[in-house]
């Protein structure tokens, strides 16, 4: 009978690990020592640790400003200079369309200026920000 098969086995395993003590032949309750548990706590706090440290190099590092000679005014795009900007998205039969968008220096600086400068304000005030994308990323 398959129901006395398992009784059978069961009672041979547990005679086993009586008479014949081995690794592996351990409860549950007594696999992990003092120690163990103590080093497995010690390993998430250094894991916690770690987490924390990258987090602050990934925001110094988005937050960095390259430091360089300085370039010279007359040089930096303003006014009515272009920009021409890929854009590419999904229409509305989800294809992709690939389009080339020319801005002026003011033009894309209306757009990405004032979210930056209150992003600027609200992070110089609060020491840092939840939120590691700029506004600005989604216009």
């Known amino acids: 009978m ?31 020592s003092e120690a163990d548990i103590q080093r497995e ?3 998430v706090d250094e894991l916690e640790e770690a987490k924390e440290r990258i987090e602050e190099l990934e925001r110094e590092i988005r937050d960095r400003a390259i430091l360089k000679d300085e370039v ?6 303003q006014g ?29 600086f209306k757009v990405i200026g004032p979210p930056m400068y209150g992003y600027i304000l609200r992070r110089s005030k609060s020491g840092g ?4 994308r700029y506004s600005f990323e989604d216009n």
């Open 72 to 77: 010279p005014q007359e040089l930096l795009a």
């Open 2 to 32: 398959p129901s006395e098969l398992g009784m059978a086995v069961m009672k041979s395993l547990m005679a086993e690990a009586r008479v014949r003590p081995r690794t592996g032949w351990v409860r549950a309750d007594q696999a992990r």
């Open 41 to 43: 706590r010690r390993l």
């Open 80 to 108: 009515d200079d272009i920009y021409e900007i890929t854009v590419i998205y999904l229409d509305q039969t989800k294809k992709p369309v690939r389009e080339e968008v020319q801005l002026t220096s003011d033009e894309l």
């Open 129 to 132: 920000s939840e939120n590691s």
